[in-house]
């Protein structure tokens, strides 16, 4: 059973990238053109090796794999099932972050800390999470469940589930808001900076109204 369950997991992370991308073709164009794919089947060996508290090699296979996949996870991170790693380019996921099942990165995602602090300072994501590209979650947050996390977002506080996040700092834009077919459209997200300028033209109109039929 030991034996079987790596061979599962990467039929797996195969299959989530069918699910995921349209241009995935065959099997081989994943097992060789596929960086993300790459980079989890080297994570995973290199994080076993980790446990087994085998010094130096973890690291250099992590290392080896930034050089050729252009992503970084850290040997101590903890990744669930089905991650799906999006062209992956810039990829950074640090020591202690932690990482739930059926999650989706795309290309210059940081799961980052934000000092020399000790411990725990990574994020902590949770289950069926899209981060956008470019989205940087830095320090030791939790992002919920079913979250959805625009390009380009900067999200240093916790998120909890079922909300959409953009901007920098991350503003939370849509709460308790259940997407039936779970996909992040980057090209509709709302800007908050403008909802909230909107907010206060609408505000002043209605208070210029006010003053116009007491006068």
């Known amino acids: 059973m030991k034996l079987l369950n790596p061979l599962r997991r990467i039929k797996d992370d195969i299959k989530v990238i069918y699910e995921n991308d349209p241009a995935a073709t065959n099997i081989f164009e994943i097992i060789f053109c596929y960086p993300g794919f790459q980079a989890l089947v080297a994570y995973r060996i290199a994080h076993k090796l980790k446990q087994w508290g ?9 290392y080896l794999t930034r050089i050729i996949t252009g ?4 040997p101590s991170a903890k990744i669930g099932e089905r991650l799906f790693i ?25 799961l980052g800390g934000t000092g020399k602090e000790q411990g725990k300072r990574h994020p902590t994501i949770g289950n069926n999470v899209i981060i956008g590209a470019g989205a940087k979650i830095l320090g030791n947050i939790k992002i919920a469940d079913n979250v959805r996390i625009g390009a ?7 998120v909890p589930e ?17 997407n039936p077919d ?16 909107n907010r206060l033209k609408y505000e002043l109109l209605d208070l210029k109204n006010k003053l116009e039929k007491k006068e």
């Open 182 to 197: 779970g996909v992040l459209m980057h090209n509709r997200i709302p800007d908050p900076v403008t909802c909230e300028l």
């Open 152 to 158: 380009g977002s900067v999200v240093v506080d916790d």
């Open 54 to 62: 085998v010094p130096f090699i973890p690291r250099y296979i992590s």
């Open 86 to 110: 999006d062209h992956g380019e810039g990829v950074v996921i640090g020591e202690t972050a932690e990482i739930g099942n059926d999650v989706i990165i795309y290309q210059q995602v940081t």
């Open 162 to 178: 079922y909300c959409t996040v953009v901007g920098v700092p991350g503003k939370i834009v849509k709460q308790h808001y259940v």
């Open 71 to 74: 992503i970084e996870i850290h």
